[in-house]
């Protein structure tokens, strides 16, 4: 029979069946570190403002029970209800800018990149950043919250305590030495 006619490479005797295995691993391998480094970027960039989203009508203020932080995302804030108060607090780590998720573990906000961590009212805990966690105005109207998105207020210097909260086990980025 003719080379040509035969149906692919590996029929052909010209690759190897671990050849063809070889290359599919390479390309698997490669797609799967592409993924991981989209997903780190995604998770790691810093940040861009969101100032100038407006003001964001959300869920009713009882719906944001305490200890809790529930995340905005057209406004890449978080809302949280500490001590009895609410707060809308940005995503944005003062420090250089990282998304800080909050650690459900902790009960604290944990910036993965340089360990700067917050409590639930994002005031500064541990870390490198120069100040807690930057805010929205947060107005309960008709018993629902609203956020306003174009003014940031810068967050609490250090050593602010106002809020006191318990501490619990457990973590999910090590807290800077
Ligand atoms: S960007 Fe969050 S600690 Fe540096």
């Keep these: 029979m003719d080379d040509a006619m035969l149906p692919d490479p590996v029929a052909r005797g010209t690759v190897t069946r671990r050849e063809l295995l070889e290359a599919g691993w390479k390309i698997g391998g490669g797609l799967l570190a592409v993924a991981a480094a989209w997903t780190s970027w995604e998770a790691l960039r810093p940040l861009a403002d969101v100032s100038g989203g407006g003001v964001l009508a959300l869920k009713p203020a009882s719906s944001y029970t305490e200890g809790t932080a529930t995340f905005v995302r057209e406004g890449r804030l978080y809302v949280t209800r500490a001590g009895g108060a609410l707060h809308a607090l940005a995503q944005k780590c003062p420090h250089l800018g990282c998304a800080v998720p909050f650690c459900a573990a902790s009960g604290r906000f944990e910036c993965p990149c340089h360990g700067s961590h917050y409590d639930l009212a994002g005031e500064w805990l541990a870390g490198p950043a ?26 609490p210097p250090l050593g602010t305590d106002r809020v006191r909260l318990p501490t619990r086990e457990g973590g999910c980025a090590p807290p800077a030495p």
Excluded: A, C
């Design 130 to 155: 120069p100040r807690g966690m930057d805010r929205h105005p947060l107005q309960v109207i008709d018993g629902r919250v609203h956020v306003n998105t174009t003014v940031l207020e810068l967050g």
